[in-house]
């Protein structure tokens, strides 16, 4: 039997459910996704556009579509959080693995677009790790 999987934006205004059927989890390099997420990288799930069922919330969710037409981003219009979206293509689920409870069972199977890495990204990540905030002492 599959489980559901929970997730919502940052303030709890937006909340949704999913099955963990996911068909591949992908980091995207690409400039838009770097630019949007302002990180490295997005970490994005795929799965069917039906599989899904807003639980609270749906009417806080804002839509851009870049006007290339090769991006698209939901999320949050109160706190920016990015969320779950049908995919340009209209047959697939977009979901940012960050805004979701808990692990998917599918661990990352693709990274795509890596001609856009960034360089220090690509060199690998070398820094020293913390369980928190760096303090003064640290």
Sequence with gaps: MTKTVAGGCLCGSVRFEVQDNFENFYFCHCEQCRRVTGSSHA?????????????KGEEL???????????TKVFCSRCGSGLPHESQNGKDLVVPVGCLDTALSLSPNAQ???SEKTEWFRKGVV????LGFMTEEH
């Design 112 to 114: 795509i677009f890596c």
């Design 127 to 130: 820094a020293p790790e913390y």
């Design 61 to 71: 969710t804002v839509r851009f579509d870049h006007p290339s037409g090769a991006f």
């Design 43 to 55: 970490s994005n799930a795929i799965t069917h556009k039906n599989n899904i069922v807003w639980t």
